[in-house]
């Protein structure tokens, strides 16, 4: 099984000298992205989880009923919320939708099971960091999906022999055909795989003049977009399943 999610997030970086842009054309910029990333996934009829940073929501709200529209799952991306920011997001973005957020993704800032499980959440999915670096680090950690005060704690997925993590630099970095063969290898020995990418990977940096390392322009933008409608056309000849985690979970 393939759980499929995509972070929706601004890029924040700074800009090349005699550029600039203002936050609505970069939230543009990150809604054109996701619409982008919605077509391929039409196309290949797969599902996928969408993980909205908090900030963005009630600023994203059309966007958010149309990826619902289409089939899939919305949750949560905190990136620097607090409690009680992420549970008026919570309680706002469920009455527009009718729907309940059952999921929230953590990075750099970790609030406790127990305080997300007061606002209902019944899943957390927790990332790593990922630089030049650390994206091809050998790791070696439990890849189980664990059970903290009845909310279910997923940690990245993690090649079972050449233990690369599957972060989103990994995707963009690592050739196609390698990249395939550690997700059929991890579904053999794990029954499922975790990938996540984010929106601003999909960005055209030659447009948008972005001040980004060098190795995030690589095959990002359009190659972007062509090597994840590759990866999901492999994916379905070789008849492996995706599925939005809360249906995976539950």
């Keep these: 099984m393939i ?3 995509f ?7 700074d800009f090349e000298k005699n550029y600039d842009l203002n936050d609505d054309e ?9 619409l982008s990333i919605l077509r391929t996934l039409e196309n290949n009829n797969v599902l996928a989880t969408f993980f909205v940073e908090v900030s963005l929501v009630t600023k994203l709200t059309p966007l958010i009923k149309k990826i619902i529209g289409n089939g899939h799952e919305i949750a949560f991306y905190n990136e620097n919320s607090s409690l009680s920011e992420i549970e008026d997001a919570k309680r706002s973005i469920e009455e527009n939708i009718d729907k309940i957020i059952r999921g929230i993704r953590q990075k750099e800032v970790s609030l406790s099971t127990e ?6 959440f019944t899943y957390i999915s927790n990332i790593e960091n990922a630089d030049i670096l650390f994206p091809f680090k050998r790791l070696q950690r439990s890849t189980q999906i664990l059970q903290q005060s009845g909310v279910s704690v ?6 079972p022999y050449s233990q690369i993590p599957y ?10 055909q390698y990249y395939e063969s550690m997700v059929l290898e991890t579904i053999k020995n794990d029954d499922f795989v975790l990938v996540y990418l984010n929106t601003w990977q999909f960005t055209d940096f030659t447009k948008f003049k972005f001040k980004i390392p060098f190795y995030r322009k690589y095959n990002s933008g ?11 056309q492999w994916s379905n000849k070789e008849e492996l399943a995706f599925s939005r985690i809360k249906d995976f979970i539950f």
């Design 3 to 5: 759980l499929l999610t």
């Design 7 to 13: 972070n929706i997030i601004n890029n924040k970086s």
């Design 26 to 34: 970069i939230l543009k910029i990150t809604e054109q992205n996701t």
């Design 115 to 120: 305080e997300l499980k007061k606002l209902e």
């Design 154 to 159: 997923i940690p990245e997925s993690i090649s």
């Design 167 to 176: 972060n989103d630099f990994v995707f963009q970095g690592v050739p196609l």
């Design 222 to 232: 359009r190659k972007m977009s062509d090597k994840l409608n590759d990866f999901l």
